[in-house]
Each structure stands twice: as C-alpha cells, then as structure tokens.
C-alpha cells in the first residue's frame, strides 16, 4: 500500500510559509494548511505539480532520479521527451540535443516520439472496435488517468488501455539494444526525461503495469543547463548515425498532437487541469457523445508546460512548431514498422476506483458521517476563503468529522463563539454573579 501512494510530488516544509495559493488551486483538494505549514494527501494527490508552479517560496518539488544514476549501469539509453526539443531556442537542433545526450554521457538515444507514433497507429486501430465506450479518453497523461481515479470513476472504462510512449519506447529500446550489440539486458538501464512529475509516480507505482520498464526518471531542468553547455561547445553537425521520428510523434508534446494524428472521428484537445475537469463532468453527464476521442492534459499547453520544463510553453510551443516545419520540409519519417497487434501494447494490468472519502468500513456509520458532514457545511458561511486551512467549506467540514480539524478552525465560527463567551463575561459583576441578579 506505500508503494500505491508514492508521489513525486513533496513539501519542503521548512520553505513553506502556511500561504494558502496550493489549497486554492489543488484540483482534488489534496492540500490543507495545518499548525502553519502545508500537509499533502497522499490518497488524494494526482501529481499534476499545479502546487509546484504556484508556490512562491518554491516549497514543492518534484522527486525524480539524480544525474548520477546513470553510471550504476554499464550500457545506458537515454528516453527523451519530445518536450526536450522545445527548451532550446532555433539554433539547437534535434540533431544537437540527440548528440548532446549522447556526448552527456549516454550509449544510446531512443525518442520517445518514436514510440508516440506507435501509440497512433495502435490507437487507431483500437478505434475501429465498435464495443469500446465513445468518447475514448487518452491515457497518456498520468496524472489525468489518476484525476479519473479518484473523481470520475465512471469513466474508467472509456480509457484508452494502450501503454505510454514513454513505457513502449523503454521495451523496444532494451530489445534494440540488446538485439545489436548483445549487451545483456540486466546491464542496460533506461531513462526518461521528463518534463512531468506525475511520470516519476508512473515508474514508481505504475497502473499500466505491475512494473515499469524505465530505470529512472531525470528532470528536464536538472539535464538541460548540462545539455546546453555541451551543445555550445559543439562543431558544425553535417549528419546523424540513425534516423529520427517524423512530425507525428514530435507533435506530441504540444496539445492537439496525439488527437490530430488520429485520421477518423471527431477528437478534442483539452489542456490545463482545470479545463480537463470541465470537459470530463461533460462526459460524465452524456453531453460527449457526439465525439470519439477525448486528448486531455493536465499541464497547460501540454506536456509544454509541465512542472519540470524550463522554457515558457508559449516559447517552447514556438520552438517545437519550428523543429516540426523542419521536419515536414525534409520528409523524416520514422523507421519503425507499423505494428499490426495492438494486444502487444494494451495495459498488462486494469485502472480502478480509488476512493478518497471512505468515512467508515461499515455503511450505516459512513451515511452517519455524511450527514454530519452535510450539517456541518450547512452551518457554515459558504465562503470558501480558505482561511481555515482547508480549500472549501465543506473540505473543512470532512475533515472535523475524520477528526483532523475542529469547528473553531473557521474563523467566523471562532469569532462567534469569542463573541459570546465576551457578551457572557460582560454579564458577569466583579463579585461572580450576573448583573441583573440585583
């Protein structure tokens, strides 16, 4: 059950300054400022990293694997996001940052692009299945599969059940890897570079399967300045020893890639997790069904704009539509075979239902609670000023019944029982008695 709820995303809590920006923003609620200092829900947290861009004082961090971890292995790839390609300006190339990486100090560069180009075509076909529960809604992105989890279980089954990039591009290039050159696979580690926090939780304890196939997960600030010093450094490129992905699989780290390389149907590309929200109770209420297929992110501007990047998404978009024109003009393509069994690629493992509000194992104590919940939130304001620590009346509310806040938290209640504890004292003469006892 630890390894369920590992997260990624952490509290500095000496950094921390009891502000309440993260409870405002948190879009599961997730976050309640008690005794001064912020406190994650582990059961409710999605790592979508929302709380590591509001921070002012930079009190939550992603966790991802340390540079240095690459040297455990003798034979090490490299997995890099298409996302990569937009934190340079035009004058570093793909070409570059793929022999930067390798200069860096990795074996082997497989793009995860490439592998996005497999998940297209496997998608594809998946849609072709007359039984599938429309809009399908894609599973690329952990954090929104965590958000279905916890908020819209109904839409558990309308999940794409094929493997990410960054899951099918660490198997294929293992078996490259050791097909070529006959290094043993236990000598091979494999890494990603992620812009997203919500991926190191997927390698972690991922959904997909019961193990992932990554080693590590790197983040994109920490090799980007290393990556940029290198490529300064670097002489004229007149060509590279292997081939590249095409424009599809680049054009996944903006939104509307994965849903525009899909040919047939309507799809809808939805970014930011707020807007994700909007569009998924839509689907829940039946007003979707008109459309096939559902791209949602939970970072704004996609994987562009996730926690771990380091270029603006606006620029990074610019960045990555130049790289994409290039390709586009010199006719790149891919060099992998369109994969007829999509069953080769669907989750080894099943998503489910991940309760968040479980008051009590026996049912009549947990409808007790509710009530009590709902009284309680009836006796309150309706603010939602967070002042409590808490995000929302009700929030507050859920938690004086779990036992973790008491009604005085609100400060209006607090003001209303100090007021009438005054108005008694007031009525109260020096000798202990009442006034109007005379």
Not at 374 to 395: E, H, K, N, V
Request: glycine share 6%; aromatic share 8%; net charge neutral.
């Amino acid at each position: 059950m630890e390894q369920y709820y590992f997260h990624s995303v952490t509290l500095d809590k000496s950094k921390c300054k009891g502000c309440t920006n993260c409870i405002k923003y948190c879009p599961t609620e997730a976050i309640r400022v008690r005794n001064g200092k912020a406190v994650i829900i582990k059961e409710r947290c999605i790592d979508c990293g929302v709380c590591i861009r509001i921070c002012p004082y930079h009190a939550k961090k992603a966790v991802t694997d340390p540079l240095e971890n690459i040297k455990k292995y003798s034979y090490k790839i490299a997995l890099p996001a298409p996302t990569l390609y937009g934190q340079f300006g035009p004058g570093y190339s793909r070409e570059r940052i793929v022999l930067a990486l390798k200069q860096y100090g990795f074996d082997y560069v497989f793009e995860v692009a490439r592998a996005a180009e497999i998940v297209t075509n496997a998608t594809e076909q998946y849609m072709l299945n007359k039984d599938i529960k429309k809009p399908v809604v894609s599973s690329a992105c952990p954090a929104v599969v965590r958000f279905i989890q916890i908020r819209f279980p109904n839409l558990i089954d309308n999940l794409l059940t094929i493997e990410s990039p960054m899951e099918i591009a660490a198997t294929l290039s293992r078996q490259e890897v050791n097909e070529k050159y006959g290094i043993p696979l236990d000598k091979i580690g494999v890494f990603f570079i992620s812009p997203c926090a919500a991926k190191v939780t997927s390698v972690k304890a991922p959904y997909e399967n019961r193990k992932s196939n990554v080693d590590g997960v790197l983040s994109m600030k920490d090799i980007f300045l290393p990556l940029l010093d290198i490529m300064k450094k670097q002489g004229e490129i007149t060509s590279e020893p292997f081939s590249l992905s095409s424009a599809i699989g680049v054009s996944w780290a903006g939104t509307g890639g994965e849903s525009s390389a899909i040919r047939k149907g309507r799809s809808i590309a939805v970014h930011g997790i707020q807007n994700v929200n909007d569009i998924l109770e839509q689907a829940v209420q039946g007003n979707l069904d008109n459309i096939d297929f559902l791209e949602v992110l939970a970072c704004p501007e996609g994987c562009l704009g996730g926690p771990l990047a380091v270029e603006n998404p606006f620029i990074a978009k610019v960045n990555l539509n130049n790289e994409i024109e290039k390709i586009k003009k010199n006719q790149a393509h891919s060099v992998l075979p369109k994969h007829k069994n999509v069953n080769e690629f669907e989750w080894k493992s099943t998503v489910e239902y991940r309760p968040i509000l479980k008051l009590d194992d026996d049912m009549m104590k947990a409808l007790e609670k509710m009530n009590m919940i709902d009284a309680i939130t009836d006796s309150f304001y309706g603010l939602d000023c967070g002042a409590c620590g808490a995000p929302s009346c009700r929030a507050l509310a859920e938690d004086i019944v779990r036992g973790d806040a008491k009604e005085t938290d609100c400060i209006f209640k607090l003001r209303e029982k100090v007021n009438s504890i005054a108005n008694q004292l007031h009525q109260i003469d020096g000798t202990g008695r009442k006034a109007d006892d005379n």
